[in-house]
């Protein structure tokens, strides 16, 4: 260890606290995980599509998203539905949702996306070298249209892309089927962006746990987080189940978690929980080679372990863990209407798993040190790239408290940015 490291604690053990423990670790500090739920049980990475993707440089917030999210609502199998309820930080989040749903906004946020996802994209190659087996398949994805409409506005998106330095092209449905000609597809088209990757996030955290621990790193589970203690506008200290733990520098990413705890610190992180579904079929009747986004449908789909996983949807709802059967029905259709090999049949007894997503209103990630605490650091916000931002986060994160400059921090994802 050297004469410059601290003891930092990590305040959430998802794949951002896990990425950011890695490099924490890598530059010489002694770090503690401090994590809310039991082992790899409460990460809502794990029953993600385990995508890596560059393509996915549009935020969220978007021109045309606030009346298609109004139009969804009206149909709860929809793929973006907002559970109406008189909340007033519900009221505020969506407020600065229709802010940032420009144009102005989304090209500048498009080129801060670009660049932490081809950063992340480059380390998790350093990963794999380093974790062992993750899955990881370098084969891209596809965007799969059903209507020329679609396949016009992905197309769009490709020529962004181009101009971005990512690159994309559109294909006709005979294009696409060779592409992927072990499975059949009923789609007009799609678009292939080939530096997108794919994994197995199972494997991947299991991976990550295993290489902190032996890197020396401490991870405590069931660290139900009660109060962070603060005295001359310093973090001095955090208690849980088993005390309190001290450190020199602590780095918020506790997902949905995060505005609770940032309450405590006066601080301000406008976020909703987005859950999403997923559905794994061990032994599907046929399995893709290259992951896939059904776009009308909004659903991901990923061969993953021999099988195929259904995920999609974004219901921003109160935090907790309950399935929505009509969601599950949704991703189901979906499924059967693209790939017509798989039938509703298939589905059936396998159990739907569920995790929160931890989005802010202008669809950017909180990154960055705290305004007002300078030995706190934040991370989170990343709602569904959070598995394809981790790396990219954990290097910054690991940067910033180790003295030197990060590559790929935007201003834009300062974490004050709504005070």
């Known amino acids: 260890m050297s004469s410059s490291s601290q003891h930092i604690a990590i305040l959430g053990g998802g794949i951002i606290g896990l990425s950011s423990a890695y490099y924490l670790l890598q530059r010489g500090h002694r770090v503690t995980v401090l994590e809310r739920g039991v082992p790899a049980h409460d990460s809502c990475a794990l029953g993600s599509a385990g995508m890596i993707c560059p393509s996915h440089f549009i935020p969220l917030a978007a021109p045309g998203m606030v009346a298609l999210g109004l139009k969804w609502m009206l149909n709860p199998e929809s793929p973006f539905y907002i559970k109406p309820r008189l909340n007033l930080d519900l009221m505020k989040w969506g407020w600065h949702f229709m802010r940032a749903a420009n144009a102005k906004h989304v090209a500048a946020a498009s080129i ?98 295993r290489r902190i621990q032996e890197m020396g790193g401490e991870i405590r589970y069931g660290f139900d987080l009660k109060k962070i203690a603060t005295q001359n506008s310093q973090v001095t200290g955090v208690t849980g189940p088993s005390g309190e733990i001290r450190a020199d520098q602590y780095v918020l990413c506790g997902g949905t978690w995060s505005p609770e705890l940032a309450r405590g610190l006066k601080l301000s992180l406008p976020m909703q929980a987005g859950k999403g579904y997923s559905l794994s079929l061990p032994h599907p009747p046929a399995v893709a080679e290259i992951c896939s986004i059904l776009v009308e449908a909004r659903v991901a789909v990923t061969p993953m372990a021999g099988g195929m996983r259904f995920g999609g949807t974004m219901e921003i709802t109160n935090p907790n863990s309950t399935i929505n059967p009509r969601r599950i029905a949704g991703i189901v259709k979906s499924a059967t209407r693209y790939f017509p090999q798989f039938k509703a049949s298939d589905f059936e007894g396998i159990q739907p798993w569920s995790g929160l997503r931890p989005c802010s209103p202008d669809g950017l990630p909180y990154l960055g040190r705290s305004g007002h605490y300078p030995n706190l650091t934040i991370a989170t916000g990343h709602a569904m790239l959070g598995l394809s931002l981790a790396p990219a986060t954990g290097q910054i994160i690991a940067d910033l408290l180790s003295g030197a400059s990060p590559e790929a921090l935007s201003p834009m994802f300062r974490p004050d940015r709504f005070l």
Do not use: W
């Open 112 to 209: 801060a996306l670009r660049d932490l996802s081809l950063l992340s994209r480059k380390l998790y190659l350093g990963l794999e070298a380093d974790l062992g087996d993750i899955g990881l398949m370098k084969r891209g994805m596809l965007m799969l249209c059903q209507t020329p409409h679609a396949l016009e506005e992905e197309s769009a998106t490709a020529a962004k892309a181009r101009e971005l330095g990512i690159p994309a092209e559109s294909l006709t449905a005979a294009q696409v089927a060779a592409l992927d000609p072990h499975i059949a597809m009923q789609v007009h088209g799609g678009v292939y962006f080939p530096q997108d990757c794919h994994l197995n996030p199972t494997a991947l955290m299991a991976a990550l746990t």
